[in-house]
């Protein structure tokens, strides 16, 4: 079980785990082991998450979602497959957990009378400065 928060966790069997050989430098010994790991995560098909989770996780813009609503999450910071499966593992957790707290509601606000009469003094100040920028031409 992958635990997330006191009252939410994952079973083993929801994620799909594949190793592969992680790119970049290393020698000869990194065209043989295969270090990096990629996870995936059905969110939308997730019998473990509740609704208001799960659509908030699918509502997120995050370019690891795919279409079909897969979390696909790659690790190859480390040289080493355990590290690297752990690592994928925590960001799995912290992106789930980041929407656990519903997003507050915006509550609709209207400007005062007198930040209004400020905005439109300060505008007519801005007006004048410019004016006095201008050459007039002299009348003969």
Known sequence: MLTISRTLSLP???LVERFLRADGPGGQHVNRTESAVELRFDVANSPSLPDE????LL???DRRLTAEGVLVIQGRRFRDQVRNRDDVRERLVEIIRSVLVPPKKRVATKPTRASKERRLVGKQQRGRIKQTRSRKPELE
């Open 12 to 14: 083993e069997s929801e």
């Open 53 to 56: 989770i799960r659509a908030r």
């Open 59 to 61: 509502a997120r813009r």
